[in-house]
Nanobody
Framework: QVQLVESGGGLVQAGGSLRLSCSAS????????MAWYRQAPGKQREMVAT???????NYADSVKARFTISRDYAKNTVYLQMNSLKPEDTAVYYC????????????????WGQGTQVTVSS
């Protein structure tokens, strides 16, 4: 089995910074992409940032120039550096990954973490 475990959420004042981490563990053969999504109360889950195995990144317009996604391939970990945080960034942040497992090495499975709360006060 595979698990994604997030950490790094918390309460921060507007203008502050936080760094989220998400580590994948288990019978992993390869990780095709990793991503961060968020869901605010009463709203749909939305993509925040994605990063492929070739380090190609994509960001939601609302976070461009403020957030940076990166990966540590050796640790199967993805990070989200969040700067200049705004109250509207308040949400539960979820890690997402597409993973090929051992011993299969073919089928791609999609996994979600349990979520970590980020609260930005004004």
């Amino acid at each position: 089995q595979v698990q994604l475990v997030e950490s790094g959420g918390g309460l921060v004042q507007a203008g502050g910074s936080l760094r989220l981490s998400c580590s994948a563990s288990g019978s992993i053969f390869s990780i095709n992409y990793m991503a961060w999504y968020r869901q605010a109360p009463g709203k749909q889950r939305e993509m925040v940032a994605t990063i492929t195995s070739g380090d190609s990144t994509n960001y939601a317009d609302s976070v461009k120039a403020r957030f940076t996604i990166s990966r540590d391939y050796a640790k199967n970990t993805v990070y989200l550096q969040m700067n200049s945080l705004k109250p509207e960034d308040t949400a539960v942040y979820y890690c997402n990954a597409e993973i090929t497992r051992m011993p299969d090495r073919v089928v791609r499975y999609n996994y979600w973490g349990q979520g970590t709360q980020v609260t930005v006060s004004s």
